[in-house]
């Protein structure tokens, strides 16, 4: 039974940084992906990023250049760096765990967060 406890989030003004954290149990990330999903107020669910076992990461082109996601040594732990935030970074944050490649291949699908639990809110201002 895997179990994801995340970290992080607040408030912060544009342009400042933010780390989110997202640790994992019952998990082996030879065989799954960690990543995060967001939902912003009246907007659809979207995959933000993704990190695999050997340490390859999707980005999504909103994102891409300014966040940067890390694993721990233990591979329990991703770390979202999330730089340069805007004002449009602001939404829920989720933590996901799936199976390697489905969050990628899947990305232009609907998601529902909530799936993914309650999510932690980023606010930029």
């Known amino acids: 039974h895997v179990q994801l406890v995340e970290s992080g989030g607040g408030s912060v003004q544009a342009g400042g940084s933010l780390r989110l954290s997202c640790t994992a149990s019952?998990?082996?990330?030879?065989?799954?992906?960690m990543g995060w999903f967001r939902q912003a107020e009246g907007r659809a669910c979207e995959l933000v990023s993704v990190?695999?076992?050997?340490?390859?990461?999707y980005y999504a082109d909103a994102v891409k250049g300014r966040f940067t996601i890390s694993l721990d040594d233990a591979k329990t732990t991703a770390y979202p760096e999330m730089n340069g935030l805007k004002p449009e970074d602001t939404a829920v944050y989720y933590c996901?765990?799936?199976?390697?490649?489905?969050?990628?291949?899947?990305?232009?699908?609907?998601?529902?967060?909530?799936?993914y639990g309650q999510g932690t809110q980023v606010t930029v201002s």
């Open positions: 996901a765990a799936e199976q390697a490649g489905l969050m990628v291949a899947i990305r232009a699908l609907p998601v529902a967060c909530d799936y």
């Open positions: 990190i695999s076992g050997d340490g390859s990461a």
């Open positions: 019952g998990l082996s990330l030879e065989e799954s992906d």
